[in-house]
């Protein structure tokens, strides 16, 4: 619903047809790495509006990310195999290395003698593995940021150490998110708002993404059985878009679907 809300809106402003493709696809997606941390201070994690919630958010990123990868492919092919064929390969693939990964790491593991190096050789086989899977899919021809979604979602049932995730969390929230945001900062112009109906447009769109997205997750709540504060927990929840949308976003303008002018 949120997507159709955004494609309509952007389509009623006048924007191109591709650029509104583009805003439902980013009015559809959440942010898993803003959401996840507020659940785990709060408690909330491991309860069943928190199952819930996670669920969604994911599903939400998964969904507007296939949606991108599918317009990218449309408007500028770079796949190495037909479209028909490109998805449930990518579907093969996904429980090939679901089901492989684990082994390489219980094979890996056997071969360090030493326990202390055990935690260190563990990290490296993940990082390879990760950097491994994003170029295998980058090969088949998703875009790398989608591949990366993608790579994460494989290793998601191999990390059980919580040391080894909090490392990789160092690692990513320590390095390459900042790093991601100094780029996107450098390329952000802000003398854009000083025309009014830029202005406009981007008050109309934020405020129809944000009522969208609290509704339908109310309303979703409501209809599954939850309280209304649940409802309004989970509504509130799938409201925040940050990393994911600014992927979808970047990765467009890089491609030409959006315009910077």
Known sequence: VPALIGFGLAAALGI???AAAVIGIIFMSSSVAVVLPILESTGMLHSRI??????????????????????????????TVPLWILYPLLGVLLLVFRWLVPRIRLIVGRHTPVESQLFQQDLRVILSILIGTVLVFELIGLHAII???????????????ETLRHKLQSISYGLFVPVFFILLGTQADLSVFTATHV???????????????????YIGGRLTGLSSQQAGILGIATTPQLSTSLAAA????EVGLLSIQ
Do not use: P, Y
């Open 16 to 18: 191109e047809i591709q």
């Open 50 to 79: 928190g199952n819930t919630i996670i669920g969604i958010t994911v599903l939400e990123d998964l969904a507007s990310l296939l949606l991108l990868s599918l317009l990218l492919q449309s408007f500028q092919t770079v796949a």
């Open 250 to 253: 970047i990765t467009s303008v």
């Open 199 to 217: 202005l406009w447009i981007t008050l109309a769109i934020t405020a129809a993404s944000i009522t969208s997205k609290f509704l339908t997750g």
């Open 147 to 161: 591949g990366a979604f993608f790579a994460g979602l494989v290793l998601s049932d191999s990390i059980r150490s």
